[in-house]
């Protein structure tokens, strides 16, 4: 399993991002995904999830603001994030659990500005 996230940059506040996440090495249809957020000095903090069914749930910070997404032709899950906070800076990483493990991506650098 490889997930490879991207589209973190500095935004200022009130300001959009999308970040993806390209998966590949397992049958993406049939896998849930996760979106975290770590601040240095700090735990890594669940963001959202999306289910095989579309489904969806959000941390309470993250309800109304971010949109999880995700496109199995593509392979790849999307988290837009709209409205941002300096308090939504962090690295985001997108989480696959496969095989009994965790998989995670190299991590995206987000930072909003006030």
């Known amino acids: 399993v490889q997930l490879q996230a991207s589209g973190g940059g500095l935004v200022q506040a009130g300001g959009s991002l999308r970040l993806s996440c390209a998966a590949s090495g397992s049958n993406f249809r049939f896998n849930f995904f996760r979106w975290y957020r770590q601040v240095p000095g700090r735990q890594r903090d669940f963001v959202a999830r999306?289910?095989?069914?579309?489904?969806?749930n959000y941390t309470g910070s993250a309800k109304g603001r971010f949109t999880i997404s995700r496109d199995n032709i593509r392979r790849t899950v999307y988290l837009q994030m709209n409205s941002l906070k300096p308090e939504d800076t962090a690295v985001y990483y997108c989480?696959?659990?496969?095989?009994?493990?965790?998989?995670w991506g190299q991590g995206t650098q987000v930072t909003g500005s006030s």
């Open positions: 999306i289910n095989t069914d579309h489904s969806t």
């Open positions: 989480n696959q659990p496969f095989g009994g493990r965790d998989f």
